[in-house]
Each structure stands twice: as C-alpha cells, then as structure tokens.
C-alpha cells in the first residue's frame, strides 16, 4: 500500500474497518463513527509510506495512529466524558452484546481475549479500559478511583497478565494456559 | 530508570497509562535494550487486542456503503511518498527539489481543497433532495449559488458539544434564507431546536424548528419579511440552551 496501492488499502479495510468502526461508535457515538473511519483509514493512506516492518507489527502502528485520533476527538469532550466511555467500555466487556464465537471475521485470539476479559475481575477491567480507551494514566486512575496508585498499578499488571496469557498457546504436555497474573486479594 | 525499573513499567507504556516523563524515559531505555523492545511486542499484541475483542463483544455493525464512500475518498488523494534526503545533491538541485515540492503540495492541497468541497457540496445535495420538495430545492439553490450570497458561519457555543457548527446563507436581492446546522447533539424527547435571529433593527425573529438527522444535520428554508442580509446575530438554541451561534459587527 505505500505504493498507493487502493487494492491493498481495500483488503486492509475489509480486514479491519469492523474493528475500527467498533471502536469509533463506543469513543464518539453512532453519529461520529462513520466520519471517524473515513478520517482514520484516510490517515492510513496517507502515511503508509512511514510503516516500517522492522520497527513492529502493522497493526500495533495502525491502531497508534487510530488511538491517536480517537483521543484527540474524546479528549475535546472533557474528562467526564472519557470517564464515561471507559466504563460503557468495560461494561461491553463484562457483559458483551455479540458472542465472539459467532461474530464473522473475529479471529480466535479475538475470541480468546474477550473471554478472558470476561473472566477478569471487574476492578482490573475498569482499570484498562480507562486506561487504553479512556486515554487516563495510572496516576489519573488513582485519583478518579479513589485508591492508591499502587492499587491502580497491581490491577494493571494483574489484568494484563491474565490477557497476555490468554494468547499464549496452551501448554503442549498439559493442554493449559497458565495465568502469570494471581487473583487479586484485596482491590 | 533501570532494566528492571523499565520491565516493570511495559505493561503500563503499552496501554499509554504512564506519565510523560515516565513513557519518556521507557522510550529512551528501548533504543538500547532490544530484550525489553521484544518484550514489549508481546505486551502489545494484548493491547492491540482490547480493540479486536471490542468489535468482537461489541453490537455495533459497519454499514456496506462506508466502504465505496472510503475507497473513493482515497482515489482523490495520492498516498504519500517518503522522499530520498537530498543531502548529497548540490545546492541548486536541493533548491530546485524544494520549489517543485512546494508548488506540487500546493496544487495537491488545491486538488483536495476541491475534491473535499465536491464530497461536502454533493453529500448537502443529496440531504436537500431527500428533505425537501422540487420547488424548494430550487429556491435552496437559488440562496447558495447567487453570487450575491452572503454565508455567516454558527459556532458552538456549547463546550459539551465543541463540534457542532451552522451556516447561514442570505442574499441581497431575495427574502429567502437557508440554515445548516450539522453535529448537534441528539435532541431529547419532546426537544426541539430552533433558530432564532436578530435583524439590524433589534427586531427578534422566530425562523422555525430544526429537525436533525442522526448526523446531527438540519436544514431550514425560511422566508423572510425583506431581502437579506439584515441580521446581527442567528442562534440555533435546544429548549433555551444555545448550542451554535453567529454574532456581527455591532
């Protein structure tokens, strides 16, 4: 696609406008998503000559650059607003509406991971989802929550463990996943 | 910040929860540290992944037509090209690179300043056709295309809704006026929005109700008593709360 390849750009749309689209409904609202996919997949043209593979994957660099313009627009909205769609955010979820298992093009590592933030405790969930959708830091977190930053920073390690080791494959003389997180003992 | 300082922290910088310094000095560590930049890969496969399991739990569905409508938005714009450094080129060559860069991002910029306007111009046309009747239409066009058009732009006033924007068009030889609103907030129920203007005599005038679309689009034709433009200041309001406004010269 760096070469200005639109049948490159449209197999990369097809793969990931869904999540994309996704994502921009629960950031912006039904009314904003379409114009926020438009801008994202525009800037993905735009600076696909900037990809470079060996500096990391594709779409750890795309979903930057989508991250980037979704904060920019919720932060225009004001902290109660990115407060707001952290926790509508972790409830999906908590409580998701689709089942993973059955929604088309979702990979396994997908399905994998949405059960696994389904098993979480709901304090680890909340703590990502403010961080990673709500744009909020750890210290930030804190102060929201109401408890100490060590907290914040115990729950982000735990959650993300229990995700990490979802994707990993199983063990091959066990067949199981071994968790490198623990359950949290006191929030 | 130390190895160990920094492994403990990858977690955190690959969600973006770290403070600035704190991502800063991360960033600095993993130049030189090629275990934790591996490390960090698999951090974010996770937080690349909250996004795909969002679509994954997600009810919200892509429509069809977003597709055409992308994939035409980017045939009008060339991707952009990483440019050779000309650090080894004379300086006449650096220079000339420099003017033909200069004029063709300025033609390029011209190019999208026009192919923008084309999509604006035809996705308002096509909401004017579906809202309103032949006649009217007409007259909408009569109001945008005069070359007497005078176009006042609504700000918001609402930091809620920082977005939200309007547009007025009046003419000199004609009673009519158009009114775009676009990105307003859903009203709720039983809300209306209406436009509310002031004429240069002070006068008040009620212009009608705003009926948005769920892209937060109106339209309103209104006919005035006098040919515009005679106004001093325009205001879209939801239940008194004013959302979009224009204000003149006093």
Known sequence: MAAGDVAAFTQLYERYAQRIYAWCV??????????????IFLRLWQASAQFDPARGRFVTWFYAIARHHLMHEVRKAGMRR???????????????????????????????????????????????????FGGLSQSQIATHLAVPLGTVKKRVRLGMGKLRAAL??????????????????TP | MDHSDVREQLEAYALGALEPEEAEAVRDHLL?????????????????????????????RIHRSLQRRIVAGVQARPARRLLPRPRLLPAVAVLAVVLFLASSLYALSLRQQLAERQVLSQQSLEKVQTRLSQPDQYRVLEVLDSTTTTRRLL???????????????TRGDDADLVMMVNRLPQPGPGQRYVLTLTTVDGRTVSAGQLSVDRDG?????????????????????LDGTPLVQ?????
């Not at chain 1, 629960?26 to 801008?39: F, I, K, N, P, T």
């Not at chain 1, 494959?169 to 996943?177: C, D």
């Not at chain 2, 109106?218 to 879209?236: C, E, H, I, N």
Request: glycine content about 8%; hydrophobic content about 40%; overall charge negative.
């Open chain 1, 168 to 185: 990993q494959p199983p063990n091959p003389a066990t067949g199981v996943v071994e968790p490198r997180g623990t359950v949290e003992a």
């Open chain 2, 217 to 237: 689009f109106a339209m309103l034709l209104f006919a005035a008593d006098r040919k515009g433009p005679t106004y001093q200041s325009a205001l879209v309001s």
């Open chain 2, 155 to 169: 700000r918001s006033v609402d930091p809620d809704h920082p977005d939200a924007y309007g547009k007025l068009w």
């Open chain 1, 26 to 39: 629960h950031m912006l609202g039904a009314g904003r998503a379409e114009d926020a996919v438009q801008e």
């Open chain 2, 32 to 60: 030189r540290c090629p275990e934790c930049a591996s490390e960090l890969a698999t951090w974010e496969r996770v937080t690349d992944g909250l996004t795909t399991a969002l679509a994954a739990s997600s009810p919200h």
């Open chain 2, 246 to 250: 224009w204000r003149g010269a006093r």
């Open chain 1, 82 to 132: 990115r407060l707001e769609v952290a926790a509508e955010i972790a409830e999906v979820f908590g409580a998701p509406a689709a089942d993973p298992e059955e929604v088309a093009g979702v990979r396994d590592d997908a399905a994998s991971l949405a059960r696994a933030l389904l098993r979480i405790p709901g304090e680890q969930r909340q703590v990502l989802a403010m961080a990673y």
